[in-house]
């Protein structure tokens, strides 16, 4: 039988004599990984005898902030985030196991988010439903829970920030994807579809192609666009709008790549956890709070509310309102502030605000997504 690792006759010296470098340098960047890991494994150590938390945020954000800053190149500095996030994964891993809670199956976006944010060392926990990804988060079977917040082109996700309002979780981080949706079926060809079943977010955000190229079909709501993959690898009747993750991990054909309506389709997820088993994370220097308020129903009320943060000079990133569902045109506001509230300004705009307002929850303080 051939030796695969056997090199073809016909490859030129040249490429040869490069290959050989890479596999030396491969044997010295594995080395000093293991280093790495081994220095992890000693802070871990640490860490249990003080008995501290081991995910960092602040910390990990640092590390990727200071290597893109550094970057000699040729590598891309986009490409610093990814590799740093699975090398922290790894070593983190040494260090304990980190259970994330996310909207499963496996295939989601939601599981592509949990993946992107802690990198593939950890434990998954695949929950049914946004609600049960709060639940087993806030009941000690997963540390963190990834949930979606918002998306480019639907607008928020209003279950997860629903249960913000009530939840004793809050948030310690942030990240998001590209949403990238594709009709996927057992079969290789859009004839003969019956349904194509999807999270309705999915069928919302396909909605010009399916009325294009699948007018006469059904669109059946799923919990999740994984399951309607789950669905379709069942019967070959039905085509599921998911992920090409979903599509392999389910054995279907891509039938049609990209059908979103928006080809800048970016959904952004929220890293939940309890605040009795996590600290607040401490300031990175690039941090965002978040938080939850209402004022009473009065002219110029909201107006009042936001003064503070122009007197102290910190800057809003987001402002989103949700009906309060008293039937009294009542209203809980979204807000995401830009620093942390170690920052002396943004302590004394958010006490001045709180001052100014009816309801006033921080929902988490973290830092922005490193990318
Ligand atoms: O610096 C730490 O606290 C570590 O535990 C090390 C490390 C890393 O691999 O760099 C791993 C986990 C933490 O989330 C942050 C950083």
Redesign the pocket.
Not at 54 to 57: E, L, N, T
């Given at each position: 039988m051939a030796d695969p690792q056997a090199t073809p006759p016909d490859v030129p010296e040249e490429l040869l004599a490069l290959r050989h470098q890479i596999d030396t340098l491969d044997r010295d960047l594995l080395a000093l990984i293991n280093r790495r890991a081994a220095l992890?494994q000693a802070?871990?150590e640490i860490?249990k005898k003080e008995g501290s938390v081991?995910?960092?945020?602040e910390?990990?954000a640092q590390?990727i902030d200071g290597l893109k800053a550094v970057n000699p190149g040729p590598l891309k500095t986009e490409s610093i985030a990814p590799i740093w996030r699975e090398?922290?994964s790894a070593?983190?891993a040494l260090?304990t196991p980190t259970r994330v809670a996310f909207l499963g199956p496996a295939g989601t976006f939601s599981e592509e988010a949990a993946l992107g944010f802690f990198g593939s060392s950890i434990v998954r926990v695949p929950c049914a439903s946004i609600d049960d990804v709060f639940r087993t988060t806030a009941a000690g079977a997963a540390d963190f829970g990834v949930v979606p917040v918002e998306n480019s082109t639907e607008g928020v996700v209003a279950r997860s920030l629903d249960i913000f309002l009530t939840t004793p979780l809050f948030i310690i981080g942030e990240t998001s994807l590209f949403v990238r949706h594709n009709l996927l079926r057992k079969e290789n060809q859009l004839e003969g579809i019956e349904a194509v079943v999807a999270h309705p977010q999915a069928l919302a955000q396909c909605h010009g192609w399916l009325s294009a190229h699948l007018p006469q079909v059904e669109r059946r709501p799923v919990s999740s666009n994984a399951e309607g993959a789950r669905l379709a690898a069942l019967d070959p009747k039905l085509a599921a709008i998911a992920s090409a993750r979903a599509g392999s991990e389910y054995g279907l054909h891509l039938v049609a790549p990209a059908i979103q309506d928006d080809t800048h389709n970016r959904t952004r997820f929220a890293i939940v956890t309890d605040p009795h088993r996590h600290p607040m994370p401490r300031a990175s220097g690039h941090d965002c709070t978040s938080l939850v308020v209402s004022v009473s129903n009065r002219p110029g009320a909201v107006h009042d509310m936001l003064v503070p943060l122009k007197q102290h000079g910190v800057s809003m990133t987001r402002f989103e309102s949700r009906p309060a569902r008293s039937g009294q045109w009542e209203y809980y506001f979204y807000i995401d502030l830009q620093g942390h509230p170690d920052d002396p300004q943004v302590a004394t705009a958010l006490r001045e605000l709180r001052g100014a307002c009816a309801y006033f929850k921080v929902l988490g303080t973290y830092p922005l997504d490193v990318h």
């Open positions: 992890a802070v871990g860490k081991v995910f960092r945020p910390r990990e590390v090398v922290m070593c983190r260090e």
